[in-house]
């Protein structure tokens, strides 16, 4: 059955580590993709090295990195929402609800992908997954989506226990790599290859898995 | 991105002088450091387009370096800036990168918002 999928995380970037590969494999499947990025990131602190960015030039920079990452999956709906950086826990409820509301009423998503509220660390994560769930949990129960969550904080197994949705994603390795090469100003991906090791050997290690929380609303 | 040279800082420091400008003023330690380190201590701030106006500038140390701003009734003071962008000639953008490159401490001036 056809899935009909929103992504919804605040930072260019968010996707590629945790998500990218099963996002291709959405793709792959014909699923329809569309991802909303709150912000540009434009207050990351990784500017290239050595640095090509600055505080000027990051969010157009980051906007073509976005951009290319989301070729590389494959994802042709892109929505960028147009939030300030670090200012999602502080911006009015009622309009980032509205805001999302109306992608839900669009699209009518079966699945969608956010941060796990309260344990994905930046603030702005976990304000976008709790607005998420917030709008989400305001639907008539038959007509809420299934929310999987990304999840990384340190205490987040006394909390949230162990991602109930794990999956290999070897087969979509491709993309992701590509996906977090998109982000060329965040990500140094020769660091991670030291010496002997591969860099698929490497990528299937380190990235070969994604996993996710289901967001239970009682 | 160019790593400061202090006369060409000084230089621009004095055209600005005595005029209406927006600041763009932030230090940050990321906001992962505590996640990665429970030892440290998370902190970042910005303020982002006020209006300042300065009659007296200077940049100083030996790099990274040190600039103070004189205003009608303060100061603005940030240190540990070591690049600068030299192609923008109408706006004063000044960072300080670590060893990683990452940014820590930022100042901007511009007669425009950014």
Known sequence: MEQRVLVLL????DEAFGLS?????????????????????????NMGVPPFANRVTLPEIRKAELEESCRAI???????????????????????????DALLQELRPTTVYT???????????????AAVVRTIGRLPRNERPVVLCLAFANNLEQGI???????????????????????????????????DVPLEKAMQERFGTERFWTYRFD | ??????????????NLRDRDLYIHLEMTTGAYAAHRDSSKHPAATFISNALIRFS??????GGP??????????????????????????????????????????????????
């Open chain 1, 74 to 100: 494959g994802i042709r709906d892109l929505r960028m929402l147009g939030y300030h950086d670090k200012t999602i826990e502080f911006e009015d409820q009622d309009k980032l609800d509205a805001d999302i």
């Open chain 1, 115 to 129: 941060f796990y509220p309260g344990y994905s660390v930046h603030p702005d994560h976990d304000a976008t997954g």
């Open chain 1, 161 to 195: 226990g162990q991602p109930d949705v794990v999956r290999d994603v070897s087969a979509n390795l491709k993309q992701k790599l590509a996906s977090i090469q998109a982000h060329r100003s965040q990500f140094q991906v020769a660091e991670w290859v030291s010496g």
């Open chain 1, 10 to 13: 605040p930072h260019p970037d």
């Open chain 2, 65 to 114: 370096f040190r600039v103070g701003l004189k205003m009608p009734h303060g100061w603005v003071y940030s240190e540990g800036l070591t690049h600068y962008e030299e192609t923008d000639s109408e706006r004063l953008i000044m960072a300080g990168h670590d060893r990683e490159g990452k940014l820590v401490v930022a100042l901007q001036l511009s007669p425009q918002p950014f």
């Open chain 1, 21 to 45: 590969a099963t996002l291709a494999e959405h793709v792959r499947n014909g699923d329809p993709v569309t991802y909303a990025c709150l912000t540009l990131g434009e207050m990351g602190r």
């Open chain 2, 56 to 61: 007296h500038g200077s940049v100083s140390g």
């Open chain 2, 1 to 14: 991105m160019q790593p400061i040279d202090p006369s060409v800082i000084q230089n621009r420091i004095d």
